[in-house]
């Protein structure tokens, strides 16, 4: 479905003299993809985990959409097709949006012209209706003033710390075990939270195995820093963070959320669809599907302890 900002000229190209062909820059990402791949996997002594399951992970839902905006012969349908499947991934988070702009922009495209604005985020409700903690957010000094009031960061416990290379820098995933400062409905969880926060381009670290206990994280302009103990740290230039933890909605911030949240029938839907099913013939589809199943197993390098038997390189 085109955006109405978008709308096609009989040329079949998006409005402005300077927007790019839809169908171009889709089909560019797709290639991007596997050169960030390629470059991931190239060098042991660099190998950028990350950066090759995020790749790979772009095409899980969009695959099929762009075969089959290249699979149509009118060139005004394939510009319709193609631009729909570019709203509709640029709508998945605002991590991909920017990865669709930095990828686009590399490929030697300014896909600004081609993308409706970000929609507005609305917290998710799981199945039983109650209101989900955010997905991952930077972490700033008003995302730690959220936290306190309702997590004990000086209570909490390292249950988990991974520190790799990603190419020419280090990445760290923190997790903590944090109790909570609100009660929890009766029957509810009674294990800690869970606390993640994911460290890109790490300076520092330093840990020490038998001092786990309390942690304080500190943001500030030139980078974040993570304290954890009476020695350990950890330093980067950027961090993020999400809460796993079913009885959020109990919390301070939880309450908020809900209170502004619309109940699990009545949330909008996205104002960019999905793109429109069609139908490919017989040898697209095959290609399309042998692709998919490639990138599938490509992104299984996201376990950690399977990562080095996925033939990144050869597949």
Same mark, same amino acid.
């Given at each position: ?51 090759? @399951? ?8 969009? *695959? ?48 600004? !012209? ?8 609305? !917290? ?28 004990? *960061? ?18 760290? =995933? ?17 294990? !800690? ?39 350990? @740290? =950890? ?44 139908? =490919? ?29 996925? !033939?990144?390189?050869?597949?």
């Amino acid at each position: 479905m085109t955006p109405p900002a978008a709308s096609l000229p009989p040329d079949g190209s998006p409005e402005g003299a300077n927007s790019p062909s839809a169908m171009a820059v889709l089909a560019a990402l797709l290639d991007r993809s596997v050169i960030q791949i390629a470059e991931a996997a190239a060098d042991a002594r660099r190998y950028d985990r990350e950066a090759i @399951r995020a790749a790979s992970d772009v095409w899980d839902n969009n *695959l099929f959409p762009l075969f089959r905006a290249a699979h149509s012969a009118r060139p005004r349908k394939r510009e319709r097709r193609a631009l729909a499947a570019l709203t509709w991934m640029a709508g998945i988070s605002e991590r991909r949006r920017r990865w669709m702009t930095e990828q686009a922009a590399a490929a030697g495209y300014d896909i600004g !012209p081609l993308l409706s604005s970000a929609e507005p985020y609305i !917290p998710g409700r799981d199945s039983r209706g109650h209101v989900m903690a955010p997905l991952p957010r930077a972490v700033t000094a008003t995302c730690v003033e959220e936290l306190l009031p309702d997590y004990d *960061l000086a209570a909490a416990e390292v249950s988990h710390l991974r520190l790799e290379r990603a190419g020419a820098d280090l990445t760290a =995933l923190l997790q903590l075990a944090v109790p909570r400062r609100f009660a929890v409905a009766e029957g509810g969880a009674v294990d !800690p939270a869970l606390l993640n926060v994911s460290l890109d381009r790490v300076t520092e670290a330093a840990f020490d195995l038998s001092d786990t206990r309390g942690a304080v994280l500190d943001p500030r302009a030139d980078g974040i820093t993570v304290s954890v103990g009476a020695g350990g @740290r =950890l330093r980067a230039e950027v961090a993020e963070y999400w809460c796993h933890d079913r009885s959020w909605y109990l919390s301070a911030a939880g309450r908020r959320a809900d209170a502004v949240t619309p109940p699990r029938g009545e949330r909008p839907g996205r104002l960019n669809p999905p793109p429109q099913e069609g139908r =490919l013939g017989p040898d697209a589809h095959a290609a399309a599907v042998l692709l998919r199943h490639v990138m599938w197993e490509i992104r299984s390098v996201r376990y950690p302890d399977e990562a080095d038997r996925v !033939p990144v390189r050869a597949l």
